[in-house]
């Protein structure tokens, strides 16, 4: 019996739209990296839930 990995080394998104977001986009850890340089570390902030 062979057995699969729950983190899939190439990751496919499946589907044609953007409302499901796939387990692995909430695991890799290469992507949350590129999500904290391009919303806090690159020159500005995402003012997420401001009040002002």
Not at 21 to 29: C, E, H, Q, S
Request: hydrophobic share 35%; with cysteine; aromatic share 22%.
């Amino acid at each position: 019996m062979t057995q699969t990995s729950v983190f899939p080394a190439d990751p496919k998104w499946e589907g044609e739209g953007t409302s499901r977001i796939p387990f692995w986009a909430y695991t890799r850890d290469d992507l949350y990296r590129k999500e904290l340089d391009k919303f806090f570390y690159n020159g500005h902030w995402c003012y997420v839930g401001l009040e002002a």
